[in-house]
């Protein structure tokens, strides 16, 4: 990975073997593979557990950007399996609703869904502008050139018409950095800076909304001037980045370390099997015991061929890991960590 001395986006090296590897990984991917029902994920508290699905949640905070009562027309850029497009009919009804995705699987499915009036893969361009809403969750830090995606976003937008994104903000989760095909990872100055360059007028982007993820909102501004306006960062700012980076995967090294030490009675759990635990998992293979997810439709079923239990099914003989940021994790062991022997928490967090 480097940072771009241009803009100083934290980004993947894009060779020719980063996309082979990425063309392998879209040919045999499955939305939320480790839930029984392939539901959406939903948004975890570390003191609550799991909370409404993440569309739900976002849907919810636009209030004040949309009229989800009157009618208008909805494009879900990288719409999946359309757990986006199901989201927002529940919320708004009256809508016609269009889905995007250039590696479409369900064509079928999607088509079928409630509100639903279109479903696309191909040149985006191609599609009758005039949207009132465009949405963009999860999709900007696949894509390679993400200002051309956005420029196409905003030609298909209405002169009044929102755009919402989301990507995870690694800043908050340095577990994001080890995703495959994420090549660009968003802070909320480079997000900005690219929605900018796009013709568009941030309203708001937080972390608030989803936690660890970034929600921004944006309308097309008329009076932006041309890419050329925006001027590169402060080199200064591209090494500080740097030096952060290098931290944060001396900081996944020493994780991978703690889950190597030894642990109760030689049982050892790991708590979660989202990206996380997937990363620890894959790393330690045949020394753990089984997994431990809060998430009902995970729970009964195995991933990487190991058991996932419940924290209702205690293991006081077990060791448990919970390879997350500090600020999650230490919450989870409150909550559920009377339920095992012992619980190992990720070394502490040097930039909080």
């Not at 999607?110 to 479903?119: D, K, N, T």
Request: hydrophobic content about 40%; glycine content about 8%; aromatic content about 8%.
């Amino acid at each position: 990975m480097g940072v771009c001395a241009e803009c100083g986006t934290v980004q993947k090296l894009i060779d020719a073997q980063w996309r082979a590897e990425a063309e392998l990984i879209y040919a045999g991917y499955e939305l939320y593979h480790q839930s029984k029902t392939l539901s959406e994920q939903k948004s975890f508290n570390p003191n609550l557990g799991f909370g409404q699905p993440r569309s739900r949640i976002i849907f919810e905070s636009l209030s004040d950007h949309i009229d989800y009562s009157a009618k208008g027309r909805m494009l879900d850029f990288g719409c999946g399996v359309g757990v986006t497009l199901k989201a927002f009919h529940e919320i708004a009804p009256s809508w016609s609703l269009e889905g995007y995705d250039p590696n479409l699987k369900s064509r079928d499915v999607l088509a079928a869904m409630e509100g639903v009036v279109g479903v696309h893969d191909g040149d985006l361009r191609e599609l009758e502008p005039g949207f009132d809403c465009i949405t963009c969750f999860h999709v900007l830090e696949h894509i390679v050139d993400p200002l051309e995606a956005l420029n196409a976003a905003r030609a298909l937008l209405a002169e009044n018409g929102v755009l919402v994104i989301q990507v995870p903000y690694y800043e908050d989760n340095a577990f994001d950095l080890i995703i495959a095909d994420h090549c660009s990872h968003f802070s909320p100055r480079t997000l900005r800076r690219l929605v900018d360059r796009a013709g568009f007028e941030t309203l708001e982007c937080t972390s608030s909304v989803v936690r660890r993820e970034l929600t921004l909102i944006a309308r097309p501004d008329s009076a932006a001037g041309p890419p050329s306006g925006v001027p590169p960062i402060p080199a200064s700012d591209v090494l500080a980045e740097h030096d952060r980076l290098t931290g944060m995967a001396a900081w996944l090294s020493q994780v991978l370390e703690l889950g190597e030490r030894p642990c109760q009675d030689g049982v050892l759990a790991i708590f979660g099997t989202s990206i996380a635990g997937t990363f620890v998992g894959h790393h330690l293979g045949y020394r753990i015991s089984f997994f431990v997810d809060e998430d009902a439709s995970r729970v009964g079923s195995q991933h990487l061929g190991i058991p996932v239990l419940s924290p209702e099914e205690t293991r006081r003989d077990a060791s448990l890991f919970i390879p997350l940021m500090p600020d999650f994790a230490a919450p989870i062991s409150k909550r559920i960590g009377a339920s095992y022997g012992r619980c190992i928490l990720p070394p502490p967090w040097p930039w909080r």
